[in-house]
Structure formats: C-alpha cells, structure tokens
C-alpha cells in the first residue's frame, strides 16, 4: 500500500510570499491519481489540482501542481490571506484513496 | 450548483451501527461517469476514505474499514447512504459525503463536490 508523506508539517509563511508544499509517495506513481485538497477550519475540502498539475474550476492560478514519479508539489506564488489554510495532497490506485497528512500553511 | 448535505443521528452508542444518509440536489445521483463517496475526519486529524458508490450500486471499500462498512444509494430519492456497525470511541469524527470525479472521464480520480460534513460522536 502507498504511504503519503507532506512537508514541512507546518509552513509559516506571510502574505505576499511564495509557498512550496511537498508529497512524496512511498512508491513511484502515476501523476494523473495525485489531488491537491484545501481545508479551512470547520468546513470541508475543497479540490484545488487533479492529475497532479490540472486546476480545478475556481482554483486561482496562484496555485500550481507540479511532479512526477514519488515528488510532487503544490506551490502557491503570492500568498493571500485566504490561503493560510491546511493542505491535503490524496492518491488513488488499486481501488483506493489515500490522503496525506497535511500541511498546515498558517501566517508567520 | 451541485450541493451534498449528509444527515444522521449525532451520537451513537458503542457497539451500534452509525447510520448516515448524503442527500443531492441541483443534480442527479443517476449520471454515468461519477462514483459518490464517504470521507471521514477525526478530530484535530486527516482524512480517511470510506468508500464509494456508483448509481447501480456498484461499491468499493477502504480495506481497513470493508468488513464493518456498507454503502447503499436511492436513486429515486437521489440519495446514498453510509451504515457503519459496531462502532466504537475511534470511529468519532466528521463524516463528509462527496462527489468523486475522473475514474470514468480524465482517468484522474479525485473528489470535487462535498457536503459540509457532520459530527458523529460514538459515546454511552
């Protein structure tokens, strides 16, 4: 079973600035099963890139999804207060949906 | 705009069965291409796939959770439903229901649609 690990666990960043978030898979998989989720307290996940690279409709283009093989990336250019939220990167493969664990983009 | 609401009792006894219902509108639960999902959270933790459904009623469960885990859908009421038997202190989290997207069509699976999620807590 694939294992899901983001980096750093906690980002502390201010606005304006540019944020790069990590996944890495435990094994090589294919760019087109990797997502990018977005969660602000209390509510629920919003999809923000599927196929590791494609923007979901509304996903401002601040946000880039980018990789391949086990490393992949979710770079935000410049940071608006509405970003500062917890970030989710999720694989899908052999029937299953995995999620990491998150980084938590919180305001330096 | 296509809206999810999940509803449910928000305490369930140990050893019950968890019993929950994803209603949706602006849409209909009946289209090719779409599976329909539940993801849980617990509190201050990630996320947890459940499993999804296909409007025939074709499932797929999360391993870790298949043996306790049933998925059903209504076509009729354009609803599906989550029941989840012999719970314990564990299972307490939110529970989202959610659209997911791109098996059938881009090839890449992902969820796009999602209810505002309900807190199930599992306590005597």
């Known amino acids: 079973e694939i294992v899901l690990t983001q980096s750093p666990g906690t980002l502390s960043l201010s606005p304006g600035e540019r944020a790069t978030l990590s996944c890495r898979a435990s094994q090589i998989v294919d760019s087109s099963d990797l997502a990018w989720y977005q969660q602000n307290p209390g509510q629920a996940p919003r999809l923000l890139v599927y196929?590791?690279?494609t923007r979901a409709t509304g996903t401002p283009d601040r946000f880039s999804g980018g990789g391949s093989g086990t490393d992949f990336t979710l770079t935000i250019t410049r940071l608006e207060p509405e970003d500062f939220a917890v970030y989710y990167c999720q694989h899908y493969g052999s029937s299953l949906f995995i999620f990491g664990p998150g980084t938590k983009l919180d305001i330096k | 705009q296509l809206q999810l609401q999940e509803s449910g009792p928000g305490l369930v006894k140990p050893s019950e069965t968890l019993s929950l219902t994803c209603s949706v509108s602006s849409g209909s639960i009946a289209i090719s291409s779409y599976f329909w999902g539940w993801i849980r959270q617990s509190p201050g933790k990630g996320l947890e796939w459940i499993g999804n459904?296909?409007?025939?009623?074709?499932?797929y469960y999360n391993p870790s959770l298949e043996n306790r885990v049933t998925i059903s859908v209504d076509t009729s009421k354009n609803q599906f439903s989550l029941k989840l038997n012999s719970v314990t202190a564990a299972d307490t989290a939110v529970y989202f229901c959610?659209?997911?997207?791109?098996?059938?069509?881009?090839?890449?699976?992902?969820?796009?649609?999602w209810g505002r999620g309900t807190l199930v807590t599992v306590s005597s």
């Open positions: 959610a659209r997911e997207s791109g098996l059938y069509t881009t090839g890449s699976p992902h969820f796009d649609y």
């Open positions: 196929g590791a690279s």
């Open positions: 459904i296909y409007y025939t009623g074709s499932t």
